[in-house]
């Protein structure tokens, strides 16, 4: 029964891939405008851009290619599904370290990153919530990463309870989703 929680059809990937085709480039702009904000042009911050610039370009061309392909059979999208999960993983790993890169500036630069992060979470929910792996990866690597980065910058009192929050909202996030995804699935 546990196994079955985790499994997808078919049409769930396809409709993951139709929003996701345009979701990713809307990450992108999202990826560059926290790059800005940072004001950090070290060789370090242009890896991080490049590196998610070029993972979200691969799912956006990804998610174009399976809806634009017609006759794809059951299999082939379930491996696109893990594809996804796969990638996704790598995307919510880079938000991860790229908090602890805004935690080692400044409060302020961690500020606007926990903004670009806490709404490229909110806008996971509404574009992965037909694959809830995909979905719970990006909302808790993420915002771990996020919680982690705060208690960094400020080991007190105001970091323990600025992650509290941030863990909080991954918590409602994920309940959101799940109610997304039972809706879909009814």
Do not use: K
């Amino acid at each position: 029964m546990q196994a079955d929680r985790w499994r997808v059809e078919p049409w769930q990937v396809a409709y993951l891939c139709e929003i996701g085709s345009r979701a990713w480039l809307i990450h992108i702009a999202v990826v560059i405008l926290a790059f800005l904000a940072q004001g950090d042009s070290g060789t370090i911050a242009q890896l991080w851009l490049a590196g998610m610039v070029a993972l979200s370009l691969a799912m956006c061309g990804m998610c174009r290619y399976a809806i634009r392909r017609e006759s794809a059979d059951d299999r082939w999208l379930i491996r696109i599904g893990w594809t996804h999960t796969f990638l996704t993983t790598l995307v919510a790993l880079f938000w991860f370290f790229g908090a602890v890169l805004a935690a080692r500036s400044s409060f302020e630069n961690l500020l606007l990153y926990s903004f670009a992060l806490g709404g490229t979470a909110l806008g996971a929910v509404s574009s992965q919530h037909s694959v809830l792996r995909s979905c719970f990866i990006s909302i808790w690597i993420g915002l771990l990463g996020l919680a982690a980065a705060h208690i960094l910058l400020d080991p007190g009192a105001a970091g323990v309870i600025n992650a509290g929050m941030i863990v909080l909202y991954a918590g409602a996030l994920s309940i959101l989703a799940v109610r997304m995804n039972r809706f879909l699935l009814s």
